[in-house]
């Protein structure tokens, strides 16, 4: 599975649970689960311990200290043959020269 958040792409190897982690960096991870009495799939991806600066600021994620910031991240993933994209609200928390968070 290849997922791309905002321009960093990962690649992943899914497990029989449906989790796996990157073949790029151990620290990201990503998890596949389907929705009970539905077709439709959860995935939550994990990027941490990277410096994501230069991809992010694309997506209004900046070095900047915010609160709570709404904001959307393109999210693409590609499974097989299959590619599937959408624009992801998210909430963006960041302090100046330290980290940022950006959760749905």
Not at 32 to 53: D, E, H, N, P, Q
């Amino acid at each position: 599975m290849l997922v791309d958040v905002g321009g960093v792409v990962r690649h992943f190897v899914l497990n029989a649970r449906g989790s796996g982690t990157s073949s790029e960096n151990s620290t990201d991870t990503v998890s596949l689960r389907l929705r009970k009495g539905s077709s439709l799939a959860v995935i939550t991806v994990k990027l941490s311990r990277g410096a994501f600066l230069a991809d992010f600021a694309g997506e209004g994620l900046l070095n900047a200290t915010v609160h709570a910031q709404a904001t959307t991240v393109g999210v693409a993933l590609v499974i097989g043959s299959a590619t599937y994209h959408s624009d992801v609200a998210v909430t963006y928390t960041a302090r100046l020269g330290k980290m940022g968070s950006a959760r749905k």
